[in-house]
């Protein structure tokens, strides 16, 4: 019969066991994960298989099986993920900024908008194939992500409201497609409609105007 002490010491390494692996479990999902998402952003879907996948992760395929489902459960992963893409990247405190009316607070959003989507490729990606292809996996990614930004517009408009007359759903909608179209437009060509895109001073530019037409809007 096992002393207390046995016993303790028994119970203390089955204590750790199950924690080891549920770390080791979740430490290789997030390997996974991140392998997808840039293998995603370099090669977009046309390479994009459980293979190539786990090759890039450096784990056994069956892994990708066990803990996805497989390739759509993947994919679905990558889409939740990305539903906390602006909440991640854009801080939702004011950065000491006093924000007293609804267009300060865009005027902010539109820059780190923009900021965060020029620092972004797999963003970039997935907004170019949101207009350019209709895949069950695009419109998985796509949906997660448009909702994420509705969600963090309310939650970081809080008590602010628009100026009477203007709906600002398709204000915004547009201001953000702009940004969008510009960012992309800079990746591919370093231009947007005869607008040089290619240096601090060009984006400054950019800025400037993006700031101005907010402004015209919301005053």
Known sequence: MLNETAMAALEQTGANEPEKRIRDRSATERAILKAAKNLLAEEGFQNFGI???????????QLIYRYYGGLDGLVEAIGADLGNWVKDRIPEDTGGMFLLTYGDLMERLSLLFLEALRDDPLMRRIVAWEISENTEQVRRLSEARSKALGLWLDRMRGSLTPPKGIDPAAVNALIFASIQHLVLSAAAGGQCAGLVLKNGKDWEKAATALKRLVRGVYG
Request: overall charge positive.
């Open 51 to 61: 293979n190539a996948v786990a090759r890039r992760a450096g784990c056994d395929k």
